[in-house]
């Protein structure tokens, strides 16, 4: 019953590389987010998508494409992979218009190696 | 533009002690929220506190309290009788949101809290 799933935990991947990472929201959420979590633990947004639209696009370079076939789910495309891509990845969710005190809900992280 | 601070990377505290952790922002804005995250060893981001910013009352939740000095634009995180399962990188994120109604969150660089036995 997790409530969202990221798939896989772990990828390790050679540069030059193009990879995907799933993430699925069973909350009934309208809003999906991607953040990247550097070596030193910094979590800065990546992307946000309301219903199947890009809302936020925080200069993430354009090897790193969201892509959104239903509003349940947000897949994370990169591109070319470079050492640099190294992180953990969280998809998180939550409700638009809902009020501010509700936190979005993160995925258990998804940890990319580039070799 | 809103900013957060965590000014001390790593801490540690003997367990059943009291630690405090700091947390600082920056903003124009009136309307917002602040919260407290942990993430421990298993990656997971788990929602520990939150504080209105328009309520002068302290939020408290079991052992977890806060200080939240609006004025200061200080929101530290008081951890009473610590335990070992409080081992875990602590966030501090600031909640506000973008025109159209999305959320957006703006997350501190992180305290790395040891709970020693």
């Known amino acids: 019953d997790t409530a969202v799933s990221q798939t896989p935990k772990y990828l390790v991947t050679q540069m030059g590389n193009d990879k995907s990472i799933k993430c699925e929201q069973n909350?009934?959420?309208?809003?999906m987010y991607w953040y990247k979590q550097d070596s030193k633990k910094f979590l800065k947004i990546m992307f946000s998508?309301?219903?199947?639209?890009?809302?936020i696009n925080e200069t993430v370079p354009n090897r790193f494409s969201p892509k959104s076939p239903d509003k349940a789910h947000l897949n994370l495309h990169i591109n070319s992979l470079e050492l640099g891509d190294s992180a953990v990845y969280f998809c998180?969710?939550?409700?638009?218009?809902?009020?501010?005190?509700?936190?979005?809900?993160f995925g258990q992280g998804t940890r990319l190696t580039v070799v | 533009a809103q900013t957060v601070t965590q000014s001390q990377p790593e801490m540690s505290v003997q367990e059943a002690e009291t630690v405090t952790l700091s947390c600082t922002y920056d903003?124009?804005?009136?309307?917002?929220?602040l919260f407290w995250y942990k993430q421990p060893p298993s990656r997971q981001m788990i929602l520990v506190i939150r504080?209105?910013?328009?309520?002068?009352q302290n939020a408290t939740e079991n052992r977890f309290s806060v200080n939240f000095q609006k004025a200061a634009k200080s929101f530290s995180l008081k951890i009473s009788d610590s335990q070992l399962g409080d081992t875990a990188m602590y966030f501090c994120?600031?909640?506000?949101?973008?025109?159209?109604?999305?959320?957006?969150?703006?997350f501190g660089t992180g305290t790395k809290l040891q709970v020693i036995p």
């Open positions: 909350l009934g959420h309208d809003t």
């Open positions: 504080q209105e910013a328009y309520k002068q």
């Open positions: 998180a969710s939550s409700q638009k218009d809902r009020p501010m005190n509700t936190e979005a809900f």
């Open positions: 994120a600031f909640i506000s949101r973008y025109s159209g109604g999305y959320q957006k969150v703006t």
């Open positions: 903003t124009s804005e009136n309307n917002y929220y």
């Open positions: 998508y309301n219903n199947k639209e890009l809302i």
